[in-house]
């Protein structure tokens, strides 16, 4: 498993969880829905898996690995 699919080993499972369904939600464009907090947003972004365009997260190419 290479880190870009891994990137989320150095944080807590329940962190982890919630971390991989906001990314989810991004990608399906469900964040109407189900808004992801500051806090998930900001993290996605550190880890470079998310960046923001037109103001809304898209997953970048590392974030689309992380879901593989």
């Known amino acids: 498993m290479t880190h870009n699919q891994a990137p989320f080993t150095h944080l807590g499972l329940e962190r982890a969880i919630a971390l991989r369904w906001t ?4 990608k399906a464009r469900r964040l109407k829905l189900s808004p992801a907090s500051g806090s998930d947003l900001t993290t996605l972004t550190e880890l470079g898996l ?5 103001d809304l997260p898209v ?7 992380a879901l593989d």
């Open 23 to 26: 990314l989810r939600d991004i």
């Open 59 to 65: 997953l970048t190419e590392a974030g689309y690995g």
């Open 50 to 54: 998310i960046e923001v365009r037109d």
